[in-house]
């Protein structure tokens, strides 16, 4: 399952928590929500819950201290 998310155009990791629900990083500015909804119906899987965060406060720090935020 991991390996076909991470393959998805724009997702740039995956990443399994401890209580099994794995997230996918995009890469800055692509939404890959259309493409993991695709896969999942195309393989026939039943996720519990899929959801999409606003940011995470890694990638706030990460523009803040690229001087990005301007």
Do not use: C, N, Y
């Not at 890469?27 to 993991?36: K, L, R, Y």
């Not at 965060?53 to 990005?68: K, S």
């Amino acid at each position: 399952d991991m390996e076909l998310l991470a393959e998805l155009p724009g997702v740039q990791a995956v990443e399994k928590g401890l209580d099994g629900a794995l997230t996918l990083v995009p890469e800055p500015g692509q939404a890959v929500f259309p493409a993991v909804s695709a896969l999942v119906q195309q393989q026939g899987w039943e996720p519990d819950e899929m959801t999409i965060e606003a940011g995470r406060l890694d990638e706030v720090f990460r523009h803040l201290t690229r001087g990005e935020h301007q």
